[in-house]
Protein backbone atom coordinates (compact mmCIF):
# COMPACT_ATOMS: atom_id res chain seq x y z
CA UNK A 1 0.00 0.00 0.00
CA UNK A 2 0.98 3.64 -0.53
CA UNK A 3 2.18 5.75 1.96
CA UNK A 4 -0.72 8.26 0.86
CA UNK A 5 -3.18 5.83 0.75
CA UNK A 6 -2.22 5.21 4.39
CA UNK A 7 -2.14 8.79 5.09
CA UNK A 8 -6.12 9.20 3.32
CA UNK A 9 -7.10 6.44 5.55
CA UNK A 10 -6.03 7.60 8.53
CA UNK A 11 -6.81 11.49 7.64
CA UNK A 12 -10.06 10.04 6.64
CA UNK A 13 -10.87 7.85 10.33
CA UNK A 14 -9.73 11.08 11.81
CA UNK A 15 -12.24 13.59 10.91
CA UNK A 16 -14.35 10.51 10.83
CA UNK A 17 -14.44 10.44 14.54
CA UNK A 18 -14.40 14.41 15.10
CA UNK A 19 -17.91 14.72 13.37
CA UNK A 20 -19.47 11.22 15.01
CA UNK A 21 -18.22 13.16 18.73
CA UNK A 22 -19.56 16.62 17.27
CA UNK A 23 -22.82 14.72 16.51
CA UNK A 24 -23.37 12.91 19.58
CA UNK A 25 -22.95 16.14 22.12
CA UNK A 26 -25.24 17.76 19.25
CA UNK A 27 -27.41 15.03 19.54
CA UNK A 28 -27.78 15.42 23.59
CA UNK A 29 -28.46 19.00 23.59
CA UNK A 30 -31.09 18.57 21.00
CA UNK A 31 -32.64 16.27 23.14
CA UNK A 32 -32.21 17.95 26.27
CA UNK A 33 -33.85 20.94 24.64
CA UNK A 34 -37.22 18.93 23.57
CA UNK A 35 -37.60 17.32 27.17
CA UNK A 36 -40.25 18.37 29.28
CA UNK A 37 -39.95 20.13 32.43
CA UNK A 38 -41.07 18.11 35.35
CA UNK A 39 -43.20 20.47 37.78
CA UNK A 40 -46.56 20.85 38.89
CA UNK A 41 -49.29 22.26 36.51
CA UNK A 42 -49.29 26.04 36.38
CA UNK A 43 -52.65 25.42 38.57
CA UNK A 44 -51.32 24.13 41.18
CA UNK A 45 -48.35 26.80 41.63
CA UNK A 46 -48.48 28.65 45.04
CA UNK A 47 -50.08 31.77 44.87
CA UNK A 48 -48.47 34.77 46.23
CA UNK A 49 -51.41 35.10 48.38
CA UNK A 50 -50.28 31.41 49.31
CA UNK A 51 -47.18 32.34 50.27
CA UNK A 52 -48.21 34.97 52.17
CA UNK A 53 -50.40 32.90 54.27
CA UNK A 54 -47.45 30.30 55.08
CA UNK A 55 -45.81 33.20 56.46
CA UNK A 56 -48.80 34.45 58.43
CA UNK A 57 -48.39 32.51 61.97
CA UNK A 58 -50.65 32.79 64.82
CA UNK A 59 -49.61 36.40 66.48
CA UNK A 60 -51.17 35.96 70.14
CA UNK A 61 -50.14 39.53 71.91
CA UNK A 62 -52.23 39.29 74.03
CA UNK A 63 -53.07 37.98 77.22
CA UNK A 64 -49.47 37.04 77.73
CA UNK A 65 -48.67 33.44 79.55
CA UNK A 66 -49.06 33.19 83.12
CA UNK A 67 -50.70 36.76 83.21
CA UNK A 68 -52.71 37.59 86.12
CA UNK A 69 -56.04 39.15 86.16
CA UNK A 70 -58.38 40.71 88.54
CA UNK A 71 -61.36 40.46 86.15
CA UNK A 72 -62.77 37.47 84.87
CA UNK A 73 -62.80 38.22 81.41
CA UNK A 74 -59.96 38.84 79.12
CA UNK A 75 -59.37 39.51 75.25
CA UNK A 76 -57.70 37.41 72.83
CA UNK A 77 -56.48 39.46 70.44
CA UNK A 78 -53.56 38.49 67.88
CA UNK A 79 -53.18 37.98 63.94
CA UNK A 80 -53.62 34.75 62.00
CA UNK A 81 -54.31 33.44 58.43
CA UNK A 82 -57.01 35.36 56.99
CA UNK A 83 -59.98 32.94 56.22
CA UNK A 84 -58.44 30.38 58.93
CA UNK A 85 -60.78 28.67 61.03
CA UNK A 86 -59.69 29.53 64.93
CA UNK A 87 -60.70 27.34 68.17
CA UNK A 88 -59.81 28.96 71.88
CA UNK A 89 -60.58 26.30 74.43
CA UNK A 90 -60.94 26.47 78.05
CA UNK A 91 -62.53 24.30 80.32
CA UNK A 92 -65.11 26.86 80.85
CA UNK A 93 -65.51 27.90 77.25
CA UNK A 94 -64.81 26.94 73.59
CA UNK A 95 -64.84 29.17 70.78
CA UNK A 96 -64.97 28.51 67.25
CA UNK A 97 -64.26 31.59 64.51
CA UNK A 98 -63.54 32.23 61.22
CA UNK A 99 -60.97 34.66 61.17
CA UNK A 100 -61.73 36.72 57.89
CA UNK A 101 -60.45 40.08 58.49
CA UNK A 102 -56.72 38.38 59.71
CA UNK A 103 -56.78 39.90 62.97
CA UNK A 104 -59.18 39.10 65.88
CA UNK A 105 -59.85 40.87 69.48
CA UNK A 106 -62.21 38.75 71.21
CA UNK A 107 -63.52 38.50 74.87
CA UNK A 108 -62.90 35.72 76.73
CA UNK A 109 -64.46 33.93 80.35
CA UNK A 110 -62.06 33.20 82.84
CA UNK A 111 -62.46 30.90 85.38
CA UNK A 112 -61.63 32.02 89.41
CA UNK A 113 -58.33 30.22 89.53
CA UNK A 114 -56.11 28.90 86.94
CA UNK A 115 -57.26 28.86 83.33
CA UNK A 116 -55.77 26.66 80.58
CA UNK A 117 -56.60 27.78 77.28
CA UNK A 118 -54.93 26.07 74.19
CA UNK A 119 -55.53 28.15 70.54
CA UNK A 120 -55.70 25.87 67.38
CA UNK A 121 -55.41 27.73 63.97
CA UNK A 122 -56.78 25.86 60.78
CA UNK A 123 -55.58 27.11 57.61
CA UNK A 124 -57.86 28.01 54.52
CA UNK A 125 -55.89 26.20 52.44
CA UNK A 126 -55.82 22.94 53.80
CA UNK A 127 -52.24 21.30 52.89
CA UNK A 128 -51.08 23.71 55.40
CA UNK A 129 -50.68 22.58 59.14
CA UNK A 130 -52.24 23.79 61.68
CA UNK A 131 -50.74 26.21 64.15
CA UNK A 132 -51.25 25.69 67.45
CA UNK A 133 -50.35 27.61 71.01
CA UNK A 134 -50.89 27.10 74.83
CA UNK A 135 -51.26 29.49 77.41
CA UNK A 136 -51.75 29.49 81.05
CA UNK A 137 -53.35 32.54 82.74
CA UNK A 138 -54.69 33.58 86.06
CA UNK A 139 -58.27 35.08 87.55
CA UNK A 140 -57.23 36.07 90.61
CA UNK A 141 -60.07 38.18 92.82
CA UNK A 142 -58.62 41.33 93.87
CA UNK A 143 -61.15 40.87 96.82
CA UNK A 144 -59.14 37.63 97.97
CA UNK B 1 -70.44 120.99 127.65
CA UNK B 2 -69.42 121.00 124.22
CA UNK B 3 -66.39 120.39 124.54
CA UNK B 4 -67.02 117.34 126.41
CA UNK B 5 -69.04 116.18 123.32
CA UNK B 6 -66.11 116.88 120.98
CA UNK B 7 -64.55 114.79 123.31
CA UNK B 8 -66.16 112.16 123.49
CA UNK B 9 -66.90 112.15 119.71
CA UNK B 10 -63.12 112.35 119.15
CA UNK B 11 -62.65 109.45 121.72
CA UNK B 12 -65.22 107.13 120.15
CA UNK B 13 -63.77 107.99 116.81
CA UNK B 14 -60.33 106.90 118.06
CA UNK B 15 -61.82 103.61 119.26
CA UNK B 16 -63.46 103.25 116.27
CA UNK B 17 -60.73 103.52 113.98
CA UNK B 18 -58.74 101.40 116.86
CA UNK B 19 -60.68 98.31 116.03
CA UNK B 20 -61.10 98.44 112.70
CA UNK B 21 -57.37 98.84 111.94
CA UNK B 22 -57.06 95.35 114.35
CA UNK B 23 -59.89 93.74 112.45
CA UNK B 24 -58.37 94.52 109.41
CA UNK B 25 -54.82 93.71 110.31
CA UNK B 26 -56.14 89.96 111.76
CA UNK B 27 -58.48 89.31 107.97
CA UNK B 28 -55.36 88.82 106.16
CA UNK B 29 -53.55 87.08 108.57
CA UNK B 30 -56.37 84.66 109.17
CA UNK B 31 -56.04 84.25 105.09
CA UNK B 32 -52.25 83.80 105.33
CA UNK B 33 -52.10 81.06 108.01
CA UNK B 34 -54.66 79.08 106.33
CA UNK B 35 -54.21 78.67 102.99
CA UNK B 36 -50.58 77.56 103.08
CA UNK B 37 -51.84 74.61 105.64
CA UNK B 38 -54.21 73.40 103.14
CA UNK B 39 -51.53 73.39 100.20
CA UNK B 40 -49.53 71.51 102.25
CA UNK B 41 -52.51 69.32 103.07
CA UNK B 42 -53.20 68.70 99.33
CA UNK B 43 -49.29 68.23 98.52
CA UNK B 44 -49.11 65.67 101.01
CA UNK B 45 -52.53 63.66 99.71
CA UNK B 46 -50.62 63.74 96.60
CA UNK B 47 -47.70 62.49 97.57
CA UNK B 48 -49.57 59.87 99.44
CA UNK B 49 -50.78 58.54 96.21
CA UNK B 50 -48.28 58.60 94.34
CA UNK B 51 -46.77 56.25 96.82
CA UNK B 52 -49.49 53.79 96.99
CA UNK B 53 -49.37 53.88 93.07
CA UNK B 54 -46.21 53.28 93.22
CA UNK B 55 -46.32 50.70 96.14
CA UNK B 56 -49.44 48.94 93.48
CA UNK B 57 -47.55 49.10 90.74
CA UNK B 58 -44.70 47.05 92.37
CA UNK B 59 -46.55 44.98 93.77
CA UNK B 60 -48.43 44.24 90.54
CA UNK B 61 -45.34 43.68 88.80
CA UNK B 62 -43.54 41.03 91.35
CA UNK B 63 -47.02 39.77 91.93
CA UNK B 64 -46.67 35.73 90.36
CA UNK B 65 -48.94 32.88 90.52
CA UNK B 66 -47.88 29.18 90.49
CA UNK B 67 -49.63 26.30 90.28
CA UNK B 68 -48.84 22.38 90.93
CA UNK B 69 -49.66 19.37 93.34
CA UNK B 70 -48.35 19.64 96.84
CA UNK B 71 -45.29 17.75 97.40
CA UNK B 72 -45.04 17.89 101.02
CA UNK B 73 -46.19 20.56 103.66
CA UNK B 74 -44.89 21.46 106.35
CA UNK B 75 -45.89 23.93 109.12
CA UNK B 76 -45.20 27.52 107.00
CA UNK B 77 -43.78 25.63 103.95
CA UNK B 78 -44.94 23.78 100.93
CA UNK B 79 -42.98 22.14 98.57
CA UNK B 80 -45.08 21.87 95.06
CA UNK B 81 -44.35 19.59 92.19
CA UNK B 82 -44.48 22.05 88.59
CA UNK B 83 -42.02 20.85 86.45
CA UNK B 84 -41.89 22.47 83.49
CA UNK B 85 -43.89 25.48 85.06
CA UNK B 86 -40.80 27.35 86.00
CA UNK B 87 -38.14 26.85 88.79
CA UNK B 88 -40.26 28.21 91.92
CA UNK B 89 -41.68 25.37 93.66
CA UNK B 90 -41.00 26.53 97.36
CA UNK B 91 -43.80 28.45 98.87
CA UNK B 92 -43.79 30.30 102.36
CA UNK B 93 -46.92 30.95 104.20
CA UNK B 94 -47.56 34.46 106.06
CA UNK B 95 -49.51 33.96 108.83
CA UNK B 96 -51.26 37.47 108.91
CA UNK B 97 -51.45 37.54 104.53
CA UNK B 98 -52.09 33.90 103.17
CA UNK B 99 -55.67 33.42 102.84
CA UNK B 100 -56.64 29.83 101.93
CA UNK B 101 -59.37 29.29 99.39
CA UNK B 102 -60.89 25.93 97.84
CA UNK B 103 -63.29 26.49 95.22
CA UNK B 104 -66.06 24.02 94.49
CA UNK B 105 -67.19 25.09 90.93
CA UNK B 106 -68.12 28.93 90.50
CA UNK B 107 -67.92 29.11 94.59
CA UNK B 108 -65.30 29.45 96.68
CA UNK B 109 -64.76 28.45 100.42
CA UNK B 110 -62.02 29.90 102.71
CA UNK B 111 -60.30 27.59 104.55
CA UNK B 112 -56.88 27.24 106.82
CA UNK B 113 -53.32 26.27 105.52
CA UNK B 114 -53.93 23.19 107.79
CA UNK B 115 -56.70 22.01 105.64
CA UNK B 116 -54.03 21.52 102.41
CA UNK B 117 -53.46 17.83 101.86
CA UNK B 118 -50.97 16.11 100.17
CA UNK B 119 -51.44 15.65 96.18
CA UNK B 120 -53.61 18.98 96.32
CA UNK B 121 -53.55 20.79 93.49
CA UNK B 122 -53.20 24.50 94.48
CA UNK B 123 -52.59 27.82 92.63
CA UNK B 124 -50.10 30.44 94.29
CA UNK B 125 -50.53 34.14 94.10
CA UNK B 126 -47.66 35.91 95.41
CA UNK B 127 -44.26 37.44 95.47
CA UNK B 128 -41.40 35.70 94.39
CA UNK B 129 -38.12 36.05 96.31
CA UNK B 130 -35.00 33.83 96.04
CA UNK B 131 -36.58 31.04 93.91
CA UNK B 132 -39.67 30.84 96.65
CA UNK B 133 -43.19 32.22 96.71
CA UNK B 134 -44.65 33.90 99.82
CA UNK B 135 -48.62 33.30 99.17
CA UNK B 136 -51.00 35.91 99.58
CA UNK B 137 -53.50 33.91 97.75
CA UNK B 138 -54.26 29.95 97.87
CA UNK B 139 -56.50 28.65 96.17
CA UNK B 140 -57.29 24.72 95.58
CA UNK B 141 -58.72 23.82 92.74
CA UNK B 142 -58.93 20.84 90.40
CA UNK B 143 -55.97 20.58 87.42
CA UNK B 144 -57.64 20.30 83.54
CA UNK B 145 -55.81 19.46 80.45
CA UNK B 146 -56.66 21.10 77.23
CA UNK B 147 -55.45 19.98 73.96
CA UNK B 148 -56.30 18.23 70.56
CA UNK B 149 -55.68 15.50 68.24
CA UNK B 150 -56.48 13.17 65.61
CA UNK B 151 -59.14 10.10 66.42
CA UNK B 152 -56.93 6.76 65.21
CA UNK B 153 -59.40 4.42 67.35
CA UNK B 154 -62.79 4.27 68.16
CA UNK B 155 -64.09 1.46 70.89
CA UNK B 156 -67.98 1.40 70.47
CA UNK B 157 -67.89 -1.37 73.19
CA UNK B 158 -66.17 0.87 76.08
CA UNK B 159 -67.09 3.95 74.52
CA UNK B 160 -63.10 4.79 74.32
CA UNK B 161 -61.21 6.99 72.08
CA UNK B 162 -57.67 7.10 71.19
CA UNK B 163 -56.03 10.51 70.48
CA UNK B 164 -52.84 11.52 68.64
CA UNK B 165 -51.88 14.67 69.10
CA UNK B 166 -49.33 16.83 66.98
CA UNK B 167 -46.56 16.47 69.60
CA UNK B 168 -46.91 12.98 68.97
CA UNK B 169 -48.92 11.95 72.19
CA UNK B 170 -51.35 9.60 72.68
CA UNK B 171 -54.58 9.91 75.40
CA UNK B 172 -56.95 7.48 75.79
CA UNK B 173 -60.25 9.14 76.46
CA UNK B 174 -63.33 7.62 78.02
CA UNK B 175 -66.79 9.02 76.76
CA UNK B 176 -68.66 8.97 79.96
CA UNK B 177 -72.37 10.26 79.75
CA UNK B 178 -71.40 13.35 81.79
CA UNK B 179 -69.02 14.42 78.86
CA UNK B 180 -69.61 17.15 76.86
CA UNK B 181 -69.65 16.34 73.66
CA UNK B 182 -70.21 18.80 70.14
CA UNK B 183 -69.17 18.98 66.75
CA UNK B 184 -68.55 21.76 64.54
CA UNK B 185 -71.01 22.27 61.81
CA UNK B 186 -69.06 22.55 58.84
CA UNK B 187 -71.36 25.30 57.11
CA UNK B 188 -72.37 27.47 59.96
CA UNK B 189 -68.93 26.50 62.05
CA UNK B 190 -71.44 26.57 65.20
CA UNK B 191 -71.52 23.92 67.71
CA UNK B 192 -73.66 21.29 68.09
CA UNK B 193 -74.83 18.45 70.99
CA UNK B 194 -73.70 15.17 69.40
CA UNK B 195 -73.64 11.49 70.64
CA UNK B 196 -70.77 9.24 70.30
CA UNK B 197 -72.04 7.43 67.14
CA UNK B 198 -70.84 10.40 65.49
CA UNK B 199 -67.35 10.19 66.41
CA UNK B 200 -65.28 9.26 63.30
CA UNK B 201 -61.51 7.77 63.33
CA UNK B 202 -59.77 10.67 61.25
CA UNK B 203 -61.94 13.66 63.15
CA UNK B 204 -60.32 15.92 64.64
CA UNK B 205 -60.60 16.34 68.31
CA UNK B 206 -60.57 19.21 70.76
CA UNK B 207 -60.67 17.97 74.43
CA UNK B 208 -60.46 18.65 78.13
CA UNK B 209 -59.75 16.29 81.05
CA UNK B 210 -59.24 16.23 84.54
CA UNK B 211 -55.73 15.31 85.78
CA UNK B 212 -54.79 14.30 88.95
CA UNK B 213 -51.55 13.14 89.92
CA UNK B 214 -52.28 9.66 89.24
CA UNK B 215 -52.43 9.05 86.26
CA UNK B 216 -50.40 6.55 84.06
CA UNK B 217 -50.64 6.07 80.25
CA UNK B 218 -52.11 9.37 79.41
CA UNK B 219 -55.95 7.46 80.29
CA UNK B 220 -58.85 9.94 81.06
CA UNK B 221 -62.03 10.82 81.44
CA UNK B 222 -62.84 13.51 78.99
CA UNK B 223 -64.90 16.10 80.71
CA UNK B 224 -65.43 17.75 76.75
CA UNK B 225 -64.91 17.36 73.44
CA UNK B 226 -65.41 19.47 70.75
CA UNK B 227 -65.12 17.77 67.24
CA UNK B 228 -64.05 19.06 63.80
CA UNK B 229 -65.18 16.45 61.37
CA UNK B 230 -62.77 15.25 58.72
CA UNK B 231 -65.52 16.60 55.85
CA UNK B 232 -64.39 19.96 57.15
CA UNK B 233 -60.56 19.35 55.88
CA UNK B 234 -62.03 18.03 52.20
CA UNK B 235 -64.45 20.25 51.38
Avoid: W
Avoid at chain 1, 19 to 44: G, M, T, Y
Avoid at chain 1, 84 to 99: A, G, R, V, Y
Avoid at chain 2, 185 to 207: A, M, P, Q
Wanted: with cysteine; aromatic share 8%.
Amino acid sequence: MKKETIIAIFLGLLFGGIVAIFISFKSKDIELSKNKVIAPPKKNVLSPNVTETEIQSLELSKPANNAIFDKNTTHFIGTAAKDSLIIIQSPIKDLTFKNTQGKFDLEFPLALGENSIKIVVYPKEKQFRPQEKFIKVYFIDSEL
Amino acid sequence: MKKIIQYCYLVTLLYCLLISSFVMAQTPSTTASSSPTVAVDKDIQLLKDKVANKVLEIRKQNNKAISGFVLNIDGNTMKLNNSGDGEVNQVKFDDTLTKVFRILRTTKKEIKTGDIKKNDYVIISGVVADNVITANVVLIDENFLVDSGKITEINKETFNIKVLTSDKNTYSLDIETSTKQYLVNIKTLLEETIGFSKLKEGDTVHFVVKKTSSEKNNDYSAVKILIIPQEYFIK
